[in-house]
């Protein structure tokens, strides 16, 4: 079996494009999205290609997804989260403005599919068992880890997990590495990576 992790898409539809074809090329037999498929310039249209894929494809909400539910949200209560999250920090106004603008070109039917990914999924993957797919980490979407952060940090989080293999995202920048017992994949950013190569990043198994 052969699954493709793409995360962070933002709306970026040709991204999202290059990287279904190489998808194709790679004969995958199952997709994962995970999270933040919007805000972005083509939230609409993003949104129903992946809705309309052919292949078997698992959705999970990122951080992105909650500030747009809250934003939906708000325009029918007038009472405002703008992240989508407990905290109900406000962020920069220029971020407030683009969730605004994504939350009105989606239309109403979007917003209960959206509401409908769940936190975390599981799947049995050949050769890496039982693997965990997490916006950032299984506890908290926004919560930013990179591959120079300190193990002794992250280990709590990872520890209880019991699963050898996590797939996350969240700030756009792919690694792989060892937190404990659990081997830890950042799927990177198809729509927006910071990398030195500016192109779209997807992870497959095989």
């Given at each position: 079996?052969?699954v ?9 539809l ?5 990287v279904?074809q190489?998808?194709?090329q790679?004969d995958?037999?199952q997709i ?6 919007v805000?972005?310039?083509m939230?609409?249209?993003t949104?129903r ?6 292949l078997p ?7 992105g997804?909650?500030a747009?539910?809250a934003?939906m ?6 009472s405002v989260n703008?992240?989508?999250t407990?905290?109900g920090?406000r ?5 407030v403005e683009?969730?605004r603008?994504?939350?009105?070109k989606?239309e ?5 599919v959206?509401a409908?990914?769940?936190k975390?999924l ?5 050769g890496l068992?039982q ?13 930013v880890f990179?591959?120079?952060?300190a193990e ?5 989080i990872f520890?209880g997990l019991?699963?050898p293999?996590v797939?996350?995202?969240h700030?756009h920048?792919q ?12 799927a ?6 910071f ?6 990043l997807?992870?497959t198994?095989t």
């Amino acid at each position: 079996m052969c699954v493709a992790a793409l995360y962070d898409i933002h709306g970026n539809l040709p991204a999202l494009e290059a990287v279904l074809q190489d998808v194709r090329q790679a004969d995958v037999d199952q997709i994962v999205v995970g999270g933040d498929v919007v805000p972005g310039p083509m939230p609409r249209e993003t949104l129903r290609r992946l809705l309309d894929l052919k292949l078997p494809t698992h959705f999970i909400y990122g951080n992105g997804e909650l500030a747009i539910l809250a934003q939906m949200a708000a325009a029918r209560t007038g009472s405002v989260n703008y992240w989508g999250t407990t905290s109900g920090a406000r962020p920069p106004e220029s971020i407030v403005e683009v969730y605004r603008w994504t939350a009105a070109k989606l239309e109403p039917e979007f917003e209960p599919v959206l509401a409908r990914w769940p936190k975390t999924l599981k799947l049995e993957i050949d050769g890496l068992g039982q693997v965990v797919f997490c916006h950032s980490t299984p506890r908290n979407e926004t919560e930013v880890f990179t591959r120079l952060t300190a193990e002794d940090r992250l280990v709590p989080i990872f520890e209880g997990l019991h699963t050898p293999v996590v797939v996350c995202g969240h700030t756009h920048m792919q690694f792989d590495r060892m937190i404990g017992k659990t081997r830890v994949l950042n799927a990177g950013s198809v729509g927006m990576p910071f990398w030195r190569v500016r192109r779209a990043l997807a992870l497959t198994w095989t």
